[in-house]
């Protein structure tokens, strides 16, 4: 069975290396095979789930070694697989949603000249992603990590011709690489500790080692989750990613690859375990991101960018939950895997919005549209039924639980988080009534753009909507399937350990308020755009609005404090090299060439004057000789 | 007669024939001082020689009579030739190497 593992990221290899290199000749079916190599993939990981499942919780750990990848004395790295429980739920949950979004894509990208690119691109990014999750030591997570990162960079400025679009993917990849430095310096802190990189070895030996350096390691972790997973400090990418195509926006900006962040934290629990410093560190960026992606959500007028905020928020959420240890970890991959569901379906709904509307993406513009596009009114619905905690449906598990284990920390800190993550949920609530009540309900707002073409809006191809129907199945059963019964927690429980938290709010409790603010939320948002007709022009807003639509001042910032900050450094630097060093270089050069200038003019031609200094240098030498004698 | 005065002499011919080099313009008068220096070196090596008793500073003597005598030879030609090249002997219009 193990030797199938490599299996699940060669297929979708292949398929890149096929579809790049092979040229106009596969325009036409390049698509389809594309899909058919991300579909075997899923095939091939639910023939290793099914094995899976049919083996007790202690043997289910499969390893595949593949080849010696760095064979050196004292250093060894190699190309090996491991795929346990935790690997398996992303395997699923990547070639599963990926599939899905190849098909969609069929239809997406159905007028794009470049479609065969894309979906080389596509199968990229799912190869390297797989590859991540499914490594069985650091280095080559590491290879994944930048794999993904290179995928989604191509992706994101698929539509190079935008120059909007071209910044957009230089900005992501750059936000990304001060990530990924922090993991790389976090492998090297591990190696030098622990002298290897394997999972299995370093997470056991954590035990043994000093609580500063797992700080360290775990603090440069977070650093690579932040940049990966658009956590604040480094969030500031993301809300310009959806410059990428939509299907893109929901694989890889939604879904899977800004996840990653949490699996590393998740799979690298042992370490945090063993640094509650940097555990609280986790805990305060998750919920610092929590709020910041909530408030962005809440102003944009932008679809995609709304959602943007609230996957920014969710994956808070999930961050959140990893960094409260053992009573988080299972319900943070838990959210993240109903969040996979919902907020693919919630950004395939807007992409088949979109292109029912052409291309247009200000919400404002939109309104009604749930008498035209039927099928995309329910299944984005759905999804936000789900995304909101809405009792029953995915999110209402998942989210619940992290609430809960939020609580459970316990102390004033457990209590901020919990408030924290409960008034995420109500701001959550609004900020997707009020995308449900833009795009679907109230009056029609659309216009003829400046060319005169008024939208026609229509519901899209069979090839977006079956996927997206699919998805809005998972999004209304998946948290109930992992939720009731504890069925996620006894699956996930062997690899990332489970400890019960007592939370000084009963469950019960708990519950009854999360649906509470969720209903705040709701009507706030239904008083606010639901009763009205909607201003096509945003107003100007308070304070608040303005700073949000900005994405918080988070440009802003960057720039004054790091852009002009490097700026400000290189001028000085430059200026001590123009004046010190050059000044010393010059200095000298200028004083030989004077010394020399005047050094020249005695060389005058003038036989006389050499025959002077012959005879000033013979008399002094002999006055000299005279005086050494005379002493 | 004290030899010592033949040194005295010699010096005071090489002064002479220093300053002719030093100060005067015309190729041959400069020519002539060296010859004059030459000299007053020889004076010097013989009066040494008489004071030594030996014949060494006689022999150095000879030799430097040789060589100024091929000097004078190279000299003269060379002079000459500046002469017909510039029409003058000015040891100053020769200033050529100079940059």
Same mark, same amino acid.
């Given at each position: 069975m193990e030797n199938l593992i490599a299996l699940l990221v060669a297929a979708p290899l292949l398929g890149a290396a096929v579809l790049l290199c #092979? #040229? $106009? =000749?596969?325009? $036409? =079916?390049g698509h389809w095979l594309g899909t058919l190599l991300a579909a075997a993939s899923f095939v091939v990981a639910v023939v290793l789930f099914a094995d899976m499942l049919g083996k007790g919780a202690e043997e289910r750990t499969l390893s595949q070694h593949l080849f010696s990848w760095l064979p050196v004395e004292g250093f060894q790295a190699d190309v090996a697989f491991q795929l346990d429980q935790l690997s398996m739920t992303f395997v699923l949950l990547i070639s599963g949603v990926g599939t899905l979004i190849h098909v969609y894509s069929i239809g997406y990208m +159905?007028?794009? +000249? $470049?479609r065969r690119r894309f979906f080389g691109y596509l199968n990229l990014f799912l190869a390297a992603m797989l590859l991540l999750v499914l490594a069985d030591n650091y280095l080559l997570l590491y290879v994944g990590w930048e794999g993904v990162g290179l995928a989604s960079y191509l992706l994101i400025g698929f *539509?190079?011709?935008k120059p909007s679009a071209a910044t957009a993917a230089k900005k992501a990849f750059l936000v990304n690489r001060v990530g990924d430095m922090g993991l790389s310096i976090a492998i090297m802190l591990m190696f030098t500790t622990f002298g290897t990189f394997a999972f299995g070895p370093v997470l056991e030996a954590t035990g043994e080692t000093s609580e500063g350096k797992l700080t360290a390691i775990g603090l440069m972790l977070l650093l690579a989750a932040c940049g990966k997973s658009a956590?604040? /400090?480094?969030?500031? *990418?993301l809300g310009d990613a959806m410059e990428g195509p939509t299907p893109v926006s929901a694989l890889i900006h939604a879904a899977t690859m800004v996840t990653a962040g949490v699996y590393l934290i998740v799979r690298s629990g042992a370490i945090f375990n063993g640094a509650p410093e940097a555990q609280l560190v986790v805990t305060i960026v998750g919920a610092v991101t929590l709020l910041f992606g909530a408030i962005v959500g809440c102003a944009k007028d932008d679809i995609k960018k709304a959602l943007a905020g609230s996957t920014m928020s969710q994956i808070g959420y999930m961050i959140l939950a990893a960094g409260l240890g053992p009573i988080g970890y299972v319900f943070a991959i838990m959210h993240l895997v109903t969040h996979g569901f919902f907020k693919a379906g919630l950004f395939l709904g807007a992409g088949s919005v979109m292109h029912g509307m052409n291309d247009e993406v200000d919400m404002r513009k939109y309104g009604g549209l749930r008498k035209y596009m039927p099928v995309t009114f329910v299944t984005f619905g759905l999804g936000y039924l789900a995304i909101i905690g809405? /009792? #029953?449906?995915s999110g209402f598990f998942s989210k619940d639980k992290i609430i809960e284990a939020a609580f459970a920390k316990g102390g004033t800190e457990g209590w901020i988080l919990g408030s924290v993550a409960l008034l995420g949920a109500a701001i959550t609530a609004y900020y997707m009534t009020r995308v449900m009540l833009l795009t679907f309900f109230g009056e029609k707002r659309w216009q003829p753009d400046a060319e005169g073409h008024a939208p026609h809006p229509h519901e899209s191809p069979k090839t977006m909507t079956i996927p997206m129907i699919v998805l809005a199945f998972g999004s209304v059963f998946a948290g109930g399937f992992f939720g009731i019964g504890d069925r996620f927690l006894h699956w996930l429980e062997p690899v990332t350990g489970h400890k019960h938290g007592h939370s000084p709010l009963s469950a019960a409790t708990v519950t009854g308020a999360t649906v509470g603010v969720l209903l705040i939320g709701v009507a706030l948002a239904y008083l606010q755009y639901g009763r009205g007709p909607v201003p096509v022009t945003a107003p100007r807003g308070s304070l608040l609005t303005r700073a949000a639509r900005r994405d918080l001042l988070q440009d802003d910032f960057n720039h004054v404090v790091l852009v002009r900050g490097g700026e400000h450094l290189t001028r000085s630097l430059v200026y001590v090299d123009h004046t010190l060093v050059d000044g010393v270089v010059n200095g000298t050069a200028a004083t030989m060439g004077g010394l020399s200038g005047r050094l020249r003019k005695l060389q005058n031609g003038y036989a006389r004057s050499y025959a002077v200094s012959m005879f000033g240098g013979a008399a002094v030498l002999i006055a000299a000789t005279l005086l050494m004698r005379a002493v | 007669m004290n030899p010592v005065n033949y040194l005295y002499l010699a010096a005071l011919l090489f002064a002479i024939g220093a300053t002719g080099v030093l100060i005067r313009r015309n190729a041959i008068v400069v020519f002539m001082c060296i010859e004059l220096m030459l000299n007053a070196c020889n004076l010097a090596f013989v009066a040494f020689s008489r004071m030594h008793g030996n014949l060494d500073g006689q022999i150095i003597a000879f030799f430097t009579m040789v060589v100024a005598a091929a000097e004078v030879v190279v000299g003269l030609a060379i002079i000459v030739s500046l002469f017909r090249s510039r029409h003058s002997a000015s040891v100053d219009d020769a200033s050529l190497m100079k940059l």
């Open positions: #092979g #040229g $106009r =000749a596969l325009d $036409r =079916a +159905e007028h794009d +000249e $470049r *539509w190079q011709h956590q604040v /400090p480094l969030q500031s *990418w809405f /009792p #029953g449906l | -």
